[in-house]
Each structure stands twice: as C-alpha cells, then as structure tokens.
C-alpha cells in the first residue's frame, strides 16, 4: 500500500452523449479499465484506486436543452511520477487519448457543450500550475457539486481498492 502522504491525483469523468461503448453511463464503465491501465503505467508499487459512484446530473453552462450528463471521479494513489508541470502535462496528454478513443473532438465542441467524454484532471497532489493547456488544482473545482459529490465519496474512506 502506498505510504499515506502519498500525493492523490483526481480524475473527474462526464459524458452526455453516446460514444461507441453505449450510453454515457455505458461509456463511463468501459472507460474504467482503460483508465486504471493507463495510471498502472505511472506506478511501480501497488495502485490504490477509489471510484464514486455514477451520478447523473443536470448540465451546468453550455448550450440550453443538452442532455443530462452521467459523472464519476477517480481518486489514485501510488503513481511512481512526482507531481510536476512535465508530469501533470503527459497525464492530460494521456486523459485526452482515451477522450478520442470515445469519439471526442476538442477542435469541434463549444464550451461547456455536450461531449461523449470529459476527462479533467482535478489536482494531483500540492502541485499548484498555471499553464495554458492546464490548471491545477481545476479554477472551477469548488464551484462545482456535480464533482465535488463524486470526490467526497471517493474519499471516504479511502484505500479499501486496491489495484495491482
């Protein structure tokens, strides 16, 4: 088990349209172990995982009349990388490929519209950065309940799933 000041990273997940998994919820689920794969790469000690719950909840901003959106948060500990700008930017680079995979087209959507995955990096440790693809922790994280329902659950109780 990792040691308990390990830095958490936290990954919040949304969807509101379909992708070739299925229905948002669908997509959420198959998008799981992809994800899980994809941070068993950045850790050479026993993964800890908590996920929330799905949770499907109204559009907040955006276009008026977009679907309901289904969200869920990861929380991770056990990454061998130490929080960094360099880190931080290959683990976006790395959320935003398995955005595609599910059919998401960055240079096509409005803000705040509907998408068939959302993957957003909510913060990773202490690390505080300001960069033009990445803010963290995430500007908008407090002002969100959609998200900060999902990470609540996740930390309660923290570490009972463990991946290895």
């Not at 959106?69 to 935003?96: I, M, R």
């Not at 963290?136 to 930390?155: G, I, Q, S, Y």
């Amino acid at each position: 088990m990792p040691p308990i000041d390990d830095p958490f990273v936290a990954v919040a997940l949304g969807a509101n349209q379909p992708s070739a998994a299925g229905s948002p919820r669908e997509t959420l689920v198959a998008v799981r172990p992809l994800l899980e794969d994809l941070l068993r790469v950045w850790s050479d000690q026993e993964l800890v995982c908590r996920w929330s719950s799905l949770h499907d909840t109204v559009p907040v901003g955006g276009p008026p009349d977009q679907p309901a959106y289904c969200n869920a948060v990861l929380l991770v500990a056990g990454l061998k990388a130490l929080p960094s700008e360099a880190a931080a930017l290959q683990l976006l680079d790395a959320l935003q490929g398995l955005e595609q995979q599910f059919g998401r087209d960055r240079s096509r959507e409005q803000r705040w519209g509907p998408r068939s995955l959302d993957l957003d990096l909510l913060f990773w440790g202490e690390l505080r950065l300001e960069h033009p693809r990445l803010l963290l922790p995430h500007p908008r994280l407090h002002l969100r309940t959609f998200v900060l329902a999902p990470l609540l659950e996740t930390m309660q109780g923290f570490g009972s799933t463990v991946i290895t």
